[in-house]
């Protein structure tokens, strides 16, 4: 009897509990519904609608006010309603259209204002949403530019939006919304005069901050970021997908946090986020090191490097958990976070700042050749080690040369050396430094040009019909003396930007063989972009593809010979790529025949 009396009970508790959690989770849909469709109208309309309101609108404010104004709305009409509401003083011309019906009767229409200049929007990259940039991104970023340009209509082309023709977006199933991105200029004046739109001193909730950040990121990639596949592109559901994380979490995720997993689908490692304080604080001292370093190679985490004898790590061992957790589960709970511009270079780029993720005492279990040992590892914050060897002598005759780390007046000095040299190591795993260009400079005959680069002038809404003006190329010419001698170049998939700027000339113009691995396939200049409370964030700003047009973003550069760290290379070498362009060096007419 008691027993069904228990059943009778869970029967009816449960099907009321899986209908309270169906409501939940409805809820939560509709109002990640409601935040895309209005993150949709803000970057048009923040971006392209040209009117005097929307380019002195808060839009940081604005948005707090905006989200907590249609989040909770019922239906697709009340939204509609709200948007139009919302935007009634920042875009007087704009049309809401709620299932073919006009939501707001605007009785404004271009025509009443149609005279021969126009003006719009013209981006180039992206020079809005600096002002809160620290000193030193503002000087970095300085080149990029927005702003409204005013013609006459005799001298418009292709790309000048038309006044006449309002960009339609699609913000939801029902709901349309026509957006003007150019206007005709009528006595100096875009629009009729309307209210400035206020905002009363509200402490908004945490969570509102969260949200209002990634939709601001969300709309910089999706309006300015080149590098989408436009045929698989899933940006809109990663804004969906970090939302619910937002909404649904009931402890609060930092800011950071979810925009590393959001924009971590884009493939850019010119991400970084940080306050406006963090930045130029990123790039470790190449004399500043943690207990060890890691590497992944033949699909396993591996001690590539080992700088406290204490600890009783060797290189070549394998770390198969880390406080009893797999480390293949590690990196498949981190690449969510890691900004690789492709698969195994996440993999690469996890494993090498895992480390980082662990303070004090931790369990490591590691496999050494068939034995597994497990160590308790007091982790120290950095191990001062002596500065890393920018030249040497690997071998009579055989030099090394780090032009990541030298400098113009280091080159200089070793040219006499080198110019009688057998053979050269050229180490170009990271970014390059100044010395770099000098050294090219004296093994070319003839004035070398960079590759082709294109700065993105945006007109229209969601990379539509950018305009690209081709760089001005900058040039390495010869210098006297010349060094006549095999040169190799090692490098590696953390060589990025001005790094694979260098390569790719190398590459280019045949200035040596390239050994090691593809290039981090991230080059161009970047931006940056600054959000609430003080949080920033870089991204590629400039478009860079290969000469002959082909994408480079998320390939890298070809090296001639291509190897992949192993355990067993590591283990056995100090360096394996040096070791094998020495090789190569010596075997240089056997090896090019095979």
Known sequence: MQKIYYLLILFLFIPNFVLSQQNVDNNTDR??????????IIG??????????????????????????IKEVKTQKELATNIANLFSLIAPTMQIYYQDSLINNTNITQNIFKTNKITYWQH???????????????????????KLITTDTSKTDKYTPNPQ?????????????????????NKNTKQPKTKTLKFSKIKYSIKTEQIAAVITAW?????????????????????????????????????????????????????????????????Q???????????????????ANVYDSCCGLRKGDVIKKINGKFTDSIILSEIKYSNGSNLLNKCKSVSENLIFKYKGKNEFEIQRNDSIKRFNINLKDKIIIKEPAKFRELEKGY??????????????????????????????RYRCGSGSEEFLSHIISDTILTGRWFIP???????????????????????????????????????????????????????????????????????????????????????VVNRDDSPLHGIGIKPDINIEPTVEAIKNNDDYLVNYAIYYLKNKELIDKK
């Not at 949403?129 to 970095?140: A, F, Q, R, V, Y």
């Not at 190449?286 to 207990?291: D, F, H, L």
């Not at 030298?406 to 053979?423: E, H």
């Open 31 to 40: 109002q990640i519904e409601n935040i895309v469709s209005l993150a949709k």
């Open 44 to 69: 048009v309309t923040k971006y392209f609608h040209p009117s005097e309101q929307a380019v002195k609108n808060d839009w940081d404010k604005f948005t707090l006010f905006a989200i907590d104004n």
């Open 457 to 543: 002038h945006y007109q229209f809404p969601n990379r539509d019909n950018i305009k690209f003006e081709l760089v001005k190329p900058w040039n390495i010419t010869p210098q006297l003396p010349k060094i006549n001698v095999p040169v190799v170049f090692i490098t590696g998939f953390n060589c990025l930007s001005y790094g694979e700027t260098i390569l790719e000339m190398i590459k280019h113009y045949k200035l040596g063989t390239l050994i090691g691995e593809y290039s981090a396939g991230t080059n161009g200049d970047i931006n940056s972009s600054a959000l609430f409370n003080n949080i920033c964030f870089t991204w590629t700003g400039l478009y």
């Open 399 to 428: 030099y090394y040369i780090d032009i990541t780390l030298i400098s113009r007046k280091d080159v200089k000095k070793l040219i006499p050396l080198l110019k009688y040299a057998k053979g050269i190591v050229c180490d170009i």
């Open 165 to 185: 023709l309002p960009d339609e977006a699609k913000i939801s199933e029902n709901i349309l919304c026509k957006i003007p991105i150019a206007f005709y200029l």
């Open 124 to 146: 180039r990259s992206l020079g809005l949403d600096h002002k809160n940039l620290s000193l030193l991104l503002k000087i970095i970023t300085s080149g990029w530019k927005s």
């Open 219 to 283: 709309n910089i990639y999706q309006h300015f970021f080149l590098y989408f596949n436009s045929k698989n592109s899933n940006w809109e559901s990663c804004l969906k997908s970090t939302l619910k994380k937002c909404l649904t979490t009931d402890t609060i995720i930092p800011v950071k946090v979810l925009l590393q997993e959001m924009i971590s689908n884009v493939n850019d490692r010119h991400f970084l986020i940080f306050t406006k304080k963090e930045f130029g604080f990123f790039w």
């Open 285 to 303: 001292k190449y004399n500043e090191k943690p207990s060890f370093e890691l590497s992944f190679a033949e699909n396993k985490v591996v001690v």
